[in-house]
């Protein structure tokens, strides 16, 4: 019989897919994003002679701060890949706290920022933020009904 701590339970694998969204998010970023989208520039109310005034300037830092936000949202998937892989599979309460929090702060927050911008990705980071919430509400139904079988087998448990 299969030990079940080698079993991949429905909660890692929606937080390895999160994890993996973000580590495509934190590629655009670094490799593929311009420094301005024309979202950026509605946002901004630019005018067409300010944006020429700034624009080389702006272009310029605003490549740097995306490269380093691309490689942030890249760790941040990495790490979220690993707690799946790891202690979030087995179940530990610690990770499913620690994956909360870190989803609520990185692609929770993302994605709120966005619908506050009403940037044109908004639905996009919705979802991945989604995803995450899954795995974490996952968690939590998986780990009450494992504690409720583990009381059936083991009736000495109950108290």
């Given at each position: 019989m299969r030990d079940t701590r080698d079993r991949w339970h429905l909660s890692s694998m929606l937080l390895a897919v999160s994890g993996t969204l973000l580590v495509g998010v934190g590629i655009y970023f670094l490799f593929l994003r311009p420094p301005l989208l024309p979202e950026d520039i509605r946002y901004m109310s630019l005018?067409?002679?300010?944006?020429?005034?700034?624009?080389?300037?702006?272009?310029?830092?605003?490549?740097?701060?995306?490269?380093?936000?691309?490689?942030?949202?890249?760790?941040?998937?990495?790490?979220?890949?690993t707690l799946a892989a790891t202690s979030f599979r087995d179940h530990r309460p610690v990770a499913a706290v620690g994956a909360g929090v870190a989803g609520g702060l990185s692609i929770g927050l993302m994605a709120a920022v966005n619908f506050m911008i009403q940037s044109d990705f908004k639905w996009v980071l919705l979802g991945m933020a989604l995803v995450w919430g899954a795995s974490i509400a996952t968690f939590v139904r998986e780990s009450a009904l494992a504690s409720r079988q583990s009381r059936v087998r083991n009736p000495d448990l109950r108290q």
């Open positions: 005018t067409p002679a300010e944006l020429q005034s700034v624009g080389p300037r702006l272009m310029s830092w605003l490549t740097y701060v995306f490269r380093v936000m691309g490689g942030y949202v890249a760790a941040t998937g990495m790490l979220a890949l």
